[in-house]
């Protein structure tokens, strides 16, 4: 590895500062959990490594007026899996979170982190797409939000431009009757996901389906979400007919590849499975009167 | 269970490196820091699988400032060595045949200037094709990995048989063709197994010292110092005074740690620079370069009568012996004498071929070849009785092997244990023989396993203290804890707290020959040599108090500090009276031990494994899981259930997620996120129950115990996914894709 | 170029000059000489390297030395001595769980973690709190039960 620059400025602005005083060459540090091994193994040079840990609030949970959430880039995932309102608000990513990695890494791991690795793998990922939460980005030239869903080109790469920094995510108000989910196959206990889904389903007062996002990770480039899961759902008792033609959307729209993990062919398979899993999971909680998740 | 009444012997005893372990004070290899300057060495190695070296320049490494030292093969004798067969160089001159192979090696100031180095070698390769199966290894075409194999010195075991195979072995008995045709019925199929690594939790190291004599210092993180050393000495052309192996606190081995790694290569530039020299792999190089377990690939064939007995088998086992004959040639060569299994078949043949392929050097561990044989076996076993309509355990026990079995190799086969370790285990695990489900998806296996352990010359010195304390000398390495049970034989023959014993592991130059730690025999062989160390001190204890007590050394005993008659505690006289004695007449009480080589002696052990299948997905969860283990005589018994924990566990991993994976000619997860050794969280709740009766040879009785208990996981596990749903994967590790496909395929 | 750094290491000052690539772990054992923090992978998966940085279990394999600055790092030295072992140390001796000893320190602080912020934690807990820690000799099933009795007896020092 070669040696670098080291900063820690204590402010959003300090840091973009910095990044743009070499921008081809700089990289923001979070909890390094992935960055670390990008400096070790990565063939680009780095110069400047920008720590965002000394920035106060990148950190904490607020609920906004709305009922919304809005998680700090900086928090790490141990803190987010253990927060009470995230645990019964937001099921589904405190369940991701769990499993990211082990304690040490839950430790250090941050949620902005994950989601600017770019990996179609990141566990939290997948229910910040069902959940349609939305990525607050600061540049030079001002602040923007985007959905987290289109925050990725391809695998490693977001559409965050040089410098942009991430600051927060901001998860929509829970929805009534609501329920949410995460499943993932990996091949042994602690592992990157093979693949994943996640599943967001809120009912009508007869307890039909309101409203259902579906996201599936590391079947494509991307983290993806299934449009379709809505659309079919839309009205419905989550009845085996209608998951089936959902399995068939997942089938048709997933483009995943062969690595030492597992073959495109095991993983095609598997997205229906486990989207079928989250789906009717979430229907299951959301419909039990006990398990509705307010 | 045996009744034995000793003081420490058979005794829980907390190991007597606790303190140090516990508080990060023991210093392993790569904690070693000389006083005074040291270099960092790294070794350049080979980023192709074959290929011939045209020339390499060192010239713009040697030209960056911290560079102290670049060595190649030039720096070396023209040497050729090997543990089996002498097919390789501590550096490599003109071919390389696995990616890292070592090629060269640079000591620099820093760890960051080596690695700099490294990269401004310039080395011309020409490749050449690569041979990455066993198959592929034995086609006509296939090109020769040691075109000059003939002229190889065979040092002990290989017998090389042309083309790319540096082993063939085969033993049988009977007529198992003519046998096949009059059986009742006649079972084929095939079984492979991947290429495991042992995945110590530390990675090699070992630092290099020229001395001012011109002699060589290295220590290592090795199993097998007096091996090592042999080896080192070789390839460096000296006698083998001239080098003193130290051997260190070992991060786990398994097997893994029996090889030549970079010591010769730290050597060398600890010469050529002047300084001390460290080479530390990292977990990369360490997932390249180690030695580890072979990929089987064994087509067994057996005839059975409608009595349900076994009445002729053949093993067709090809290992992929990687790109240098190292243990994979030990376990061609043993094959043939455990690969029966627990059964007494009248007409057998078990033939091992060991292949060179462009793999790393496969090697010893833990019990090599016997989890890939007993999962051909025991699936086997399990398959012909379901397709038989018999009760697979009856059809077990009914051809088990028998006391006294002789086996192929023409070896008797005493202290069979094996009906005694299944009936404990079903015992223990509540296994009913009419295996109903638990519920969908759930299931019961298991599988009986067999192993030979045995025991290598060793000797030990024991000296008394002037009062009366001991200390045992050993060359031996404490990965098992085996240096507290030493310290409980000696403490027990002379009487004495275990604090009053210390268990001194001293380097090549100071103490005698030791086996290797490993091969379950440890506790036999130094166990024997220190028992009969310090029976010679007791020996020259009781001769030095006839005199004072009248009485002939027959009757007498040690007991707490003295040397009493049997029968008349009033007539005592203390130790240390007894070594002032000594001090004035025959002089300082030293007891000396030694064993030759022991016969191996069988081992057994039945375990039953429960899991649940996710038929979807092809997940395995285990919930569950039994073992008895055949032990002798159990000098500590928390050391022997740790080692038989810690076996099932890497069992459970090469059976569901180990595997060394290559991919266009590379190793494709040479690291822990790719390569998944278990956590915590994929092991099931583990209970044993350990079969006591004491071995015929042995100290107390004892038989080893630390590979036995890997050897029937994978069948156990294998069998409970065939109860849960119907299917049998015949490849390891079973991964959920594969599962998922055989159900598929069923469906 | 190198950087000052200067932190709370197991209760004194450790101070030094550091390259920014500077790992923590390769300060902790090679600047502050403190080897008890074992280098199994230096990619985050073993936890060999496990440390306490204020309190909270990480990989300073993963961690640069300078993010250490000014805070409190807890190593295996810092738990007790050889002649002076903590409850956490005493359990996995009297346990029988540490068998090679390499991934021993890294579990001692993964338990220290856990029995400071969950006294009484249940067997699943403890799982998952080890979960970062490979141990390739025990098959586990020791260290489990060693810490078992950790949360016993420093239950039993605390009443
Ligand atoms: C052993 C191990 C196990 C793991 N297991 C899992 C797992 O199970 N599931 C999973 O999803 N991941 C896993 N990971 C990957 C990693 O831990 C996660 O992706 C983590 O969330 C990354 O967060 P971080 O804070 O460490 O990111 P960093 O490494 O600090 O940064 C990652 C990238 O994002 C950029 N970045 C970080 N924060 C910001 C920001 N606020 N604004 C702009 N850019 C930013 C950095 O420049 C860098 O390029 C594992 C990693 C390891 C080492
Ligand atoms: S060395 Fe840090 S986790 Fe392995
Ligand atoms: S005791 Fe050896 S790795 Fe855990």
New interface residues.
């Given amino acids: 590895m070669q040696d670098f620059a080291y900063h820690a400025p204590p402010t959003v602005a300090e840091a973009i500062a910095l990044f743009a005083a070499d921008p081809e060459g700089s990289r923001y540090l979070a909890g390094g959990t992935d960055l670390f091994l990008a400096l070790e193994h990565g063939s680009s040079a780095v110069r400047s490594v920008i720590d965002l840990k000394a920035i106060p609030g990148l950190d904490g949970i607020a609920v906004q007026p709305d009922g919304g959430h809005r998680l700090g880039a900086l928090l790490p995932m141990d803190d987010l899996m253990r927060d009470r309102a995230i645990r019964t608000n937001y099921r589904a990513l405190a369940e991701s979170a769990e499993v990211v990695g082990g304690p040490p890494i839950r430790n250090r791991a941050t949620l902005g982190g994950n989601l600017c690795n770019a990996s179609p793998a990141a566990d939290t990922a997948v229910p910040l797409v069902a959940f349609m939460a939305m990525a607050v980005l600061s540049s030079a030239s001002g602040g923007r939000a985007i959905p987290v869903v289109r925050l990725w080109e391809a695998p490693g790469r977001t559409v965050l431009r040089p410098g942009e920094l991430m600051t927060a995510i901001e998860l929509p108000p829970p929805l009534p009757a609501s329920a949410s989910t995460f499943e993932r196959l990996t091949r042994s206990a602690m592992d990157i996901a093979l693949l994943s889904a996640s599943a967001v389903i809120s009912l009508n007062d007869d307890g039909t389906c309101r409203l259902v996002t579906l996201a599936l990770g590391a079947v494509a480039p991307t983290v993806i979400s299934i449009p379709e899961a809505g659309e079919v759902l839309r009205d419905t008792n989550c009845d085996d007919a209608a998951l089936a033609r959902v399995v068939k959307a997942v089938i048709e729209t997933v483009r995943p590849i062969d690595d030492i993990r597992a073959s495109a062919e095991y993983r095609r398979e598997m997205a229906g499975v486990l989207a079928k899993r989250a789906l009717a999971r979430a229907y299951a909680i959301a419909i039990e009167p006990a398990g509705i998740t307010r | 269970m045996a009744a034995h009444t000793y003081n420490q012997v058979g005794k829980p005893i907390p190991r007597i490196d606790n303190a140090s372990k516990l508080a990060g004070q023991a210093i392993f290899a790569e904690d070693l820091q000389p006083a005074g300057k040291m270099l960092h060495g790294l070794v350049l190695r080979s980023p192709h699988p074959h290929a011939r070296i045209r020339s390499i320049d060192t010239a713009r490494a040697e030209a960056l400032p911290g560079v102290r030292a670049i060595v190649t093969a030039q720096d070396l004798p023209d040497r050729l060595v090997g543990r089996y067969l002498a097919d390789e160089r501590a550096l490599a001159t003109d071919t390389v045949r696995f990616v890292g192979d070592r090629v060269a090696a640079v000591a620099a100031d820093t760890r960051e200037v080596a690695q700099e180095a490294l990269g401004l070698i310039d080395v011309d390769y020409e490749q050449l094709p690569a041979v990455m199966d066993a198959f592929d290894a034995l086609e006509d075409i296939a090109p020769l990995l040691h075109p000059r194999m003939a002229e190889y010195e065979v040092v002990a075991m290989a017998a090389p048989a042309g083309g790319n195979i540096c082993s063939l072995n085969e033993l049988s008995r009977g007529d198992p063709e003519k046998a096949f045709a009059q059986a009742d019925r006649v079972f084929e199929e095939v079984y492979t197994t991947g290429m495991v690594h042992q995945a110590y939790l530390e990675p090699h190291a070992c630092l290099g010292i020229h001395n001012p004599d011109g002699s060589f210092t290295v220590h290592s993180s090795t199993q097998a110092p007096f091996q090592l050393r042999g080896m080192i000495a070789d390839a460096l052309a000296v006698s083998h005074n001239r080098v003193r192996l130290v051997p260190t606190e070992i991060g786990g081995g398994f097997g893994g740690k029996i090889s030549m790694q970079d010591e010769v290569a730290a050597l060398a530039l600890a010469r050529k620079s002047g300084y001390p020299v460290r080479i530390v792999m990292t977990r990369r190089e360490d997932f390249l370069c180690g030695t580890p377990r072979a990929g089987f690939h064994i087509a067994i064939k057996t005839g059975v009568s409608n009595d349900a007995k076994l009445i002729a088998r053949t093993l067709d086992i090809l290992l992929d012996g990687g790109a240098y004959a190292h243990g994979g040639v030990l376990v061609s060569w043993a094959l043939p004498n455990f690969a029966e299994g627990p059964y007494n078949i009248p007409h057998l043949r078990i033939t091992a071929r060991c292949v060179y392929t462009n793999k790393p050097p496969s090697s010893a561990f833990r019990a090599p070849g016997g989890p890939q044989v007993n999962f051909a076996i025991e699936s086997e076993m399990e398959r012909i009785a379901a397709e038989m309509g018999w009760d697979a355990v009856d059809f077990r026990r009914n051809n088990l092997m028998p006391d006294g079995h002789v086996s192929t190799s023409g070896a008797t086969m005493d202290c069979v244990m094996a009906p005694e370790t299944l009936d404990a285990a079903l015992a223990l695990s509540g296994y009913k023989t009419d295996q109903t489900r638990p519920a969908p998806n759930r299931g019961r296996g298991l599988a009986v396993g067999n192993w030979n352990v045995g025991g290598m010359a060793s000797a030990a010195v024991v000296k008394l203290n002037d009062d009366g304390s001991a200390t045992l000398l050993t060359g031996v390495v404490d990965l098992t804890g085996v240096h507290t049970a030493l310290a409980q034989i000696v403490a027990e023959v002379l009487d004495l707290a275990m604090d009053q014993v210390t268990v001194k592991t001293l380097d090549t130059e100071s103490a005698p020959h030791a086996t290797i730690a490993a091969g379950s025999q440890v506790l036999k062989s130094m166990g024997d040599a220190a028992l009969r160390a310090t029976e010679h001190v007791r020996e020259q204890l009781f001769a030095l108090a006839v005199e004072p007590l009248d009485a002939p050394p027959s009757r007498m005993e040690l007991h707490q500090g003295d040397v009493r008659v049997k029968g008349a505690p009033g007539r005592s006289v203390p130790v240390t009276n007894l070594l002032g004695r000594a001090m004035a007449t025959s002089g300082p009480v030293v007891g000396q031990g030694a064993t030759g080589n022991y016969k191996r002696m069988p081992s057994f052990g039945t375990h039953v494994a429960d899991v649940e299948v996710d038929p979807d997905t092809g997940q395995v969860q285990l919930t569950g899981y039994w073992a008895s283990q055949d032990v002798g005589i159990a000098v500590n018994p928390v050391a022997v259930e740790g080692q038989i924990h810690g076996a099932i566990v890497q069992g459970i991993g090469m059976t569901l997620s180990e595997e060394m994976i290559f991919h266009d000619d590379r190793l494709a997860n040479a690291n822990f996120l790719d390569y998944k050794i278990p956590s915590v969280l994929d092991v099931p709740p583990i209970e044993t129950v350990l079969v006591e009766q004491p071995a015929v040879d042995g100290p107390f009785g004892a038989k080893g115990i630390g590979e036995p208990p890997i050897v029937p996981v994978p069948a156990a596990i294998a069998n409970a996914i065939f109860h849960a749903v119907g299917v049998r994967v015949t490849s390891l590790p079973i991964t959920p894709e594969k599962l998922r496909k055989a159900i598929r395929a069923k469906a | 170029?190198k950087?000052p750094l200067s932190l709370n290491l197991n209760g004194d000052m450790a101070e030094n000059l550091v390259?920014?690539?500077t790992?923590l772990l390769t300060f902790i054992?090679e600047s502050a000489?403190?080897?008890?923090?074992?280098?199994?992978?230096?990619?985050?998966?073993?936890?060999?390297c496990?440390v306490l940085?204020d309190g909270?279990?990480?990989?300073s394999?993963?961690?640069?030395a300078?993010?250490a600055?000014g805070k409190t790092v807890t190593?295996?030295?810092g738990?007790?001595?050889?002649?002076h072992?903590s409850p956490v140390?005493s359990a996995?001796?009297?346990s029988?769980a540490?068998?090679?000893?390499?991934?021993?320190?890294g579990m001692?602080l993964?338990t220290t973690?856990l029995l400071d912020r969950e006294p009484d934690p249940d067997e699943a807990s403890i799982?998952?709190?080890?979960?970062?820690?490979?141990?390739?000799?025990?098959?586990?099933?020791?260290?489990?039960k060693a810490i078992q009795l950790a949360a016993k007896l420093k239950h039993d020092g605390q009443n």
């Fill in positions: 170029m950087h390259e920014a690539r790992s054992r000489g403190l080897t008890g923090t074992k280098r199994g992978c230096e990619e985050g998966e073993c936890g060999g496990a940085l909270r279990l990480v990989d394999c993963l961690i640069l300078l993010e600055q190593t295996v030295e738990l007790g001595d050889p002649h072992l140390q996995f001796a009297e029988g540490s068998q090679c000893g390499f991934c021993i320190p001692l993964a973690a799982r998952e709190a080890i979960s970062g820690n490979l141990c390739r000799c025990t098959g586990y099933t020791r260290i489990v």
